[in-house]
């Protein structure tokens, strides 16, 4: 089992450009997050989706769009990347309950 | 947003020696989790937590849920190199409707470990 797997693992992105990072989970887990780590913190929510089908705003919402796919998968979408979002993101999948399983991160820089 | 309290921020100790570290809140949470870091990758959960006042191991690793729902400590005994690492607590509200919120994390403990 792969468990949570995340691309890129690292982009550079210039002010004003768009990408989406990629999340995909092979433990039929029900819920799915993203959460942004910046340097000296702790993970912050961005989004999560519950179950397949609904999405909610986590605590740094703003900026951000997300996608749930299918079961499987879960997507984040900068429309207009600013400096603010360097930071590197996290997927996170759970069955229903707290414990959380991550990926290892993506790491974004936008200049 | 609401904080998780962890102290202390960071941890010099010999190899050998016990380690403990705490999370403190303002609000009540019905779970709390401790997860390791270690450099370029994700959190590791290493103990969850689900009921006021229980005391939970994981080999070297013991883990309290407080009485009052708004605190939680992590204790390694025995250090040895490869507990390097940052330390989270993270707790999870009580949530309605089923399903699962995000965690809210702490800022990390950093455990440096010197031969």
């Known amino acids: 089992n792969a468990g949570v797997t995340q691309t890129p693992k690292f982009q550079v992105l210039k002010t004003g450009q768009s990408m989406t990072l990629q999340c995909a989970q092979d433990?039929?887990?029900?819920?799915m997050y993203w959460y942004r780590q910046d340097p000296g913190m702790g993970l912050r929510l961005i989004y999560y989706?519950?179950?397949?089908?609904?999405?909610d705003k986590g605590e740094v919402p703003n900026g951000y769009n997300v996608s749930r796919l299918n079961k499987r998968e879960f997507s984040l979408r900068l429309e207009s990347a600013a400096p603010s979002q360097t930071s590197v993101y996290f997927c996170?999948?759970?069955?229903?309950?707290?414990?959380?399983?991550f990926g290892p991160g993506t790491r974004l820089t936008v200049t | 947003g609401q904080q998780l309290n962890q102290s202390p921020q960071s941890m010099f100790i010999q190899e050998g020696e016990d380690v403990s570290m705490n999370c403190t809140s303002s609000?009540?949470?019905?779970?709390w989790l401790w997860y390791k870091q270690e450099p370029g990758e994700g959190p590791v959960l290493l103990i969850a937590?689900?009921?006021?006042?229980e005391l939970t191991s994981n080999g070297r690793l013991t883990a309290q849920f407080g009485i009052t729902r708004k605190d939680s400590f992590l204790n390694i005994s025995a250090s040895i190199p490869s507990d390097v690492g940052i330390y989270f607590c993270?707790?999870?509200?009580?949530?309605?409707?089923?399903?699962?919120?995000?965690?809210?994390f702490g800022k990390g403990t950093h455990l440096i470990i010197q031969p």
């Open positions: 937590l689900y009921k006021a006042g």
């Open positions: 433990m039929n887990h029900n819920s």
């Open positions: 609000s009540i949470f019905n779970t």
């Open positions: 993270a707790g999870q509200k009580m949530y309605s409707g089923g399903g699962a919120d995000g965690l809210t």
């Open positions: 989706s519950a179950s397949e089908g609904t999405t």
């Open positions: 996170a999948s759970s069955e229903n309950r707290d414990e959380q399983y």
